[in-house]
């Protein structure tokens, strides 16, 4: 069995029980002690701007990751500011836990096709050991090698459809954890699909 620490980096705008349950999917495929989720503050490869604000993503993290050993978040990235490059925050890992196995890098399969275009890719795939989930998209790439395969059971749900089932007023309960419900509600986040949403009183 193989343990360390594996990253797991996104926008989170909102988390959702898709991004849990693969990551104990991974969790319980390749034994991991833990998995360090990693909001960017601006992912590189997203045209648009997370809708909520560094501050409510962190937040919404922070209620998901309670009561769930083996998870927590990493908030460097949004502290860095600007364009959130993965080798910046794998380099900084190796500082930091110098001792520590090679870690992990979870991403899902519709990241495949373009992992060619991440910043430093070689490298990156050289400081980490990838492990790619199932979400329907396919592991062909002209970059990724080696990797481990998780055969999950893609579950349907992506942050953009959350984001618009609320600006439209429909039903989007069951598809982030209660905590994160209550959290969006208490707040108002994204019943618009334009504005930034801030949370009041902080
Ligand atoms: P958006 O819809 O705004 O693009 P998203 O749902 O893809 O967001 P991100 O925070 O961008 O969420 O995703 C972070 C990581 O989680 C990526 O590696 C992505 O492939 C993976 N991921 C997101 N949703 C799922 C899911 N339902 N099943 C498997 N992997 C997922």
Not at 33 to 43: L, R
Not at 90 to 114: H, M, N, T
């Amino acid at each position: 069995m193989e343990s360390g620490i594996a990253l797991f980096g996104g926008s989170f705008d909102p988390v959702h029980i898709g991004h849990l349950f693969i990551v104990e999917e991974v969790r319980a495929a390749l034994a991991i002690e833990q998995v360090f989720f990693v909001p960017a503050y601006q992912p590189p490869h997203k045209s648009e701007a997370p809708q909520a604000s560094a501050e409510a993503r962190i937040l919404m993290l922070e209620r998901a990751l309670e009561d769930r050993p083996g998870c927590s978040f990493l908030d460097w990235e949004i502290h860095r500011g600007g364009v959130s490059y993965t080798i910046d925050t794998v380099e900084l890992v190796r500082q930091k836990y110098p001792r520590k196995a090679k870690p992990k890098l979870i991403i899902g399969d519709d990241l495949c096709a373009d992992f060619g275009s991440w910043r430093q890719s070689e490298r990156l795939l050289e400081l980490v050991e990838l492990v790619i989930v199932t979400r329907g998209g396919s592991v062909e790439s002209d970059t990724i090698k080696e990797y481990h395969l998780i055969d999950n059971s893609p579950l349907p749900v992506s942050s953009s459809d959350i984001r618009e089932r609320i600006a439209e007023g429909r039903n989007y309960r069951d598809l982030v954890p209660p905590a994160v419900y209550h959290f969006i509600e208490e707040n108002g986040l994204y019943r618009s699909s334009f504005a930034v949403d801030s949370i009041p009183g902080e």
